[in-house]
C-alpha cells in the first residue's frame, strides 16, 4: 500500500478528520489534475475507513462499561 492508503494506527480520530475535511474541501474545489484528485479520494476513503474504526473501537468500550454488572447509575445529590 501507498503512503497515501495508509493511515498510521497512531493517528488520532481528530487529526483523521481535521485532515479528510481538508481533502474534501480539495476535491470540492475540482481545481486539481484528475491524477490528484484520485489520489486525494484514495486518501479521503483511507482517512473515513481509520475514522470508522476508531469510532467502531470507542463504541465497543462504551458499550462493554455499559454492560459492566458493576454499574452504579449516576444519581445527583440535591
Known amino acids: 500500500m501507498s503512503k497515501t492508503t495508509t493511515v498510521k ?8 478528520m481535521s485532515e479528510l475535511e481538508t481533502v474534501v474541501e480539495k476535491l470540492e474545489s475540482g481545481e ?31 458499550q462493554l462499561l ?3 454488572d458493576k454499574l452504579v447509575a449516576f444519581e445527583p445529590q440535591e
Open 32 to 62: 486539481q489534475p484528475l491524477e490528484q484528485s484520485l489520489a486525494d479520494f484514495e486518501r479521503g476513503v483511507a482517512l473515513a475507513r481509520h475514522c470508522k474504526q476508531s469510532l467502531s473501537a470507542v463504541e465497543q468500550k462504551v
Open 66 to 68: 455499559m454492560d459492566d
Open 9 to 16: 494506527k497512531s493517528t488520532s480520530f481528530q487529526d483523521a
